[in-house]
């Protein structure tokens, strides 16, 4: 990240797991704005992934919660009633702060595929989102 920036650090994150999508969302007025985003398939990012308003997403569990693992979501019933439950299935986030208690975003993992992730690589995760936010300007 020192020298090649977020779009190498989030290719480098996505390389160690099956997901379509890794990216960090930053949370502005009640919506989810997608600051860096990397697809395996390297396509144009739909317009859907680019500001998803808070209550939509699957980042307010994240945000609420500390961390979300969702390996499918069409089975898992803590999203029931939820729009993007079993639209996108599988989605691993971790918040990103800025001095370790204002919540300012998201890392996360996520595909339209089921995908379960190995522990290792959610403790990865976990470290990740810890280093990140010294390379972004958040708040």
């Known amino acids: ?3 090649d920036g977020l779009a190498a650090g989030l290719r480098f994150l996505n390389q160690r797991v099956p997901h379509r999508f890794t990216g960090f969302y930053q949370l502005r007025d009640a919506t989810l704005h997608n600051v860096g985003l990397f697809d395996k398939l390297g396509e144009i990012a739909p317009e859907a992934l680019l500001a998803v308003p808070l209550t939509s997403s699957f980042c307010q569990f994240v945000l609420r919660d500390g961390c979300m693992l969702i390996d499918h979501s069409g089975q898992d019933a803590r999203l029931n009633g939820h729009p993007y439950q079993g639209i996108l299935n599988s989605y691993i986030g971790l918040p990103l702060t800025h001095s370790g208690a204002d919540l300012q975003g ?4 996520f595909d339209f595929e089921p995908i ?3 522990q290792h690589e959610h403790e990865f995760l976990r470290k990740a ?5 010294r390379y972004l300007r958040l708040g």
Do not use: F, G, K
Request: proline letters at 13%; a negative charge.
């Open 1 to 3: 990240m020192d020298q």
């Open 106 to 109: 998201t890392l996360c993992h």
């Open 116 to 118: 379960e992730v190995p």
């Open 129 to 133: 989102a810890l280093l990140l936010p």
